[in-house]
């Protein structure tokens, strides 16, 4: 289901539309770009490949920055075609990314399929938690560092891959101890990622999404506030 919002400015009157669409790259190696419906999710999950579209603001540098998150891609479609084609799609300014769960051996280069996907956990004790269920149902404890685990085997090579990556880090640890808490935990190969916010490709400043209660692009004085929400389906 999708969502189609209309915000105003409460000083300048400036308007802002704001939409959850996605694309999809067809048969035919063409990129489609829609409003999340039954109709478009259905087109997408039968594509070469699909995501989610966000839109995010830079108040230092005045750009719009449209996030392509690639979240699924068949076999059939190189990583390099999906980023041309989205790239070649219009004007604006992008940040293309895929998600976590995909992976390329460290090795031999080639994409590795997905073997499991679980979360995981610190506490301050230095216990280490790996559920299959997401890390909201670990019990409301108090936990240094929690995010999620990917496996991965390269056949080719023989080796397994371990990918953690870090979604929250409450007890503000550094790097490169988060890096070795978890080598003390797996025997394999691992692959540690950080997940990082996204900064501005212009500037490099810190970008963020406009919504409700943003501060107006335009006049920067007064407030963004919702006008009209649709819910379609
Ligand atoms: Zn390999
Ligand atoms: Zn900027
Ligand atoms: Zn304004």
Redesign the pocket.
């Known amino acids: 289901m999708g969502i189609h919002t209309e915000y105003s400015?409460s000083?300048?009157g400036?308007k802002l539309v704001d939409s959850s669409d996605i694309f999809w790259i067809d048969d035919e190696k063409k990129i489609h770009v829609d409003m999340q419906t039954v109709d478009s999710s259905k087109k997408a999950s039968d594509s070469l490949a699909s995501g989610g579209i966000y839109k995010y603001y830079c108040y230092n540098c005045d750009n719009y920055i449209f996030n392509f998150h690639v979240s699924r891609k068949s076999g059939f479609i190189e990583k390099e075609l999906v980023i041309q084609l989205i790239e070649d799609l219009d004007d604006n300014i992008k940040i293309i990314d895929f998600d976590n769960k995909f992976q390329s051996c460290i090795h031999c280069r080639n994409e590795v399929p997905l073997k499991q996907e679980k979360s995981f956990a610190i506490d301050n004790k230095g216990e280490f938690f790996i559920e299959d269920s997401l890390y909201n149902d670990f019990d409301s404890k108090q936990f240094d560092f929690t995010g999620k685990y990917y496996g991965y085997y390269c056949r080719d090579c023989g080796k397994q891959i371990n990918k953690f990556v870090i979604l929250e880090n409450n007890a503000n640890l550094e790097d490169s101890l988060i890096k070795e808490i978890l080598e003390d935990h797996t025997n394999d190969l691992t692959v540690y990622i950080n997940d990082s916010y996204f900064t501005c490709p212009i500037c490099g400043d810190e970008l963020q999404v406009l919504g409700e209660s943003s501060s107006?692009p335009?006049?920067r004085?007064?407030l963004l506030t919702i006008e009209k929400q649709t819910l379609f389906d």
């Open positions: 400015c000083e300048c400036f107006c335009k006049c004085v007064g």
